[in-house]
C-alpha cells in the first residue's frame, strides 16, 4: 500500500513570496490533516479535512495560509505572503472515518525555508 | 484542555541499556494517548497506543508504555537499547471528538555504542 505522498520535498523562497505544498493521501482515507512543525517543536495542528470539508482550522493563520481539499482527495496548501516564521517542516497525514481512534499516517514532510 | 509535557528534551543511553522516555498528560476526560516516533528525513511512525483498554500498551521494535492515571503518566520504556534507535519520540494526546493529535516538544534519544 502506498503512504502519503508531498511535493516538493524542499522549498527555499524569500520573504513576501508565495508557495504552495501538496499531499496526496492514502487511497481511501476520508480525512486529511496539515500539520506544521517548527525546528525543536513537535507538530501542531493547521487544518483538518472530513472529505472535501473542513473540520477545524482553529490554528490556521488565515491572513496568509488557505488550503484545499478538491474532489475529497488531494489537498494543497498555501502560504501568501511568507514571513520568516513560517519556516518549518509541513507534515501531511491522513487516517480512514471509521468513528472512535483511527491511526494517522503521515507523509516525508515538505520542509520550507524562508530567507 | 489537552496537553501533555515531555520531562527530557534529550535523553542519552547506552546500547544494551534501559530506555526511558517520560511523558505526563492533562485531559479533562479518560484520554487516548500515543507515542509517534521521527527518524530524520522521515515521516512520523506511530510506536503504540493506549484507548483505555489494558493499560500497559506494547508497540513495535520492543518499546512499551504504561498509562497510570493515578499520577497522569506514560512514560515510554525498553529493556535494551539498540543504536537504530536513535531518533525524535513524541507523546501525543488525541481529541477524542475531531482525532486531532496534540504533539509534545519531543525528546531526543541518542544511543551511545
Known amino acids: 500500500e502506498a503512504g502519503v505522498a508531498q511535493s516538493p520535498r524542499y522549498k527555499i523562497i524569500e520573504k513576501r513570496q508565495s508557495v504552495a505544498f501538496w499531499c496526496n493521501p492514502i487511497?481511501?482515507?476520508?480525512?486529511l490533516y496539515w500539520y506544521q512543525q517548527i525546528l525543536g517543536q513537535g507538530p501542531k495542528l493547521l487544518i483538518q479535512?472530513?472529505?472535501?470539508?473542513?473540520?477545524?482550522d482553529s490554528q490556521l493563520p488565515k491572513d496568509r495560509f488557505s488550503a484545499e481539499r478538491l474532489k475529497g482527495v488531494d489537498s494543497t496548501l498555501k502560504i501568501q505572503p511568507a514571513k520568516l516564521e513560517d519556516s518549518a517542516v509541513y507534515l501531511c497525514?491522513?487516517?480512514?472515518?471509521?468513528?472512535?481512534?483511527?491511526?494517522?499516517?503521515f507523509g516525508p514532510g515538505t520542509r520550507l525555508t524562508v530567507l | 484542555a489537552q496537553s501533555v509535557t515531555q520531562l527530557d528534551s534529550h535523553v542519552s543511553v547506552s546500547e544494551g541499556t534501559p530506555v526511558l522516555l517520560r511523558c505526563n498528560y492533562s485531559?479533562?476526560?479518560?484520554?487516548?494517548l500515543f507515542w509517534y516516533v521521527q527518524h530524520p528525513n522521515k515521516g512520523l511512525q506511530l510506536l503504540l497506543k493506549?484507548?483505555?483498554?489494558?493499560?500497559l500498551v506494547k508497540g513495535i521494535n520492543g518499546f512499551e508504555a504504561e498509562f497510570k492515571k493515578s499520577e497522569t503518566s506514560f512514560h515510554l520504556t525498553k529493556p535494551s537499547a539498540h543504536m537504530s534507535d536513535a531518533a525524535e519520540y513524541f507523546c501525543?494526546?488525541?481529541?477524542?471528538?475531531?482525532?486531532?493529535?496534540?504533539f509534545g516538544q519531543g525528546t531526543t534519544l541518542q544511543v551511545k555504542p
Open positions: 497525514a491522513s487516517s480512514t472515518n471509521r468513528g472512535g481512534y483511527n491511526e494517522q499516517f
Open positions: 493506549y484507548t483505555s483498554a489494558a493499560t
Open positions: 501525543v494526546v488525541s481529541s477524542s471528538n475531531t482525532g486531532k493529535l496534540i
Open positions: 487511497s481511501g482515507h476520508a480525512t
Open positions: 479535512f472530513q472529505n472535501n470539508g473542513v473540520v477545524d
Open positions: 485531559s479533562s476526560y479518560s484520554p487516548s
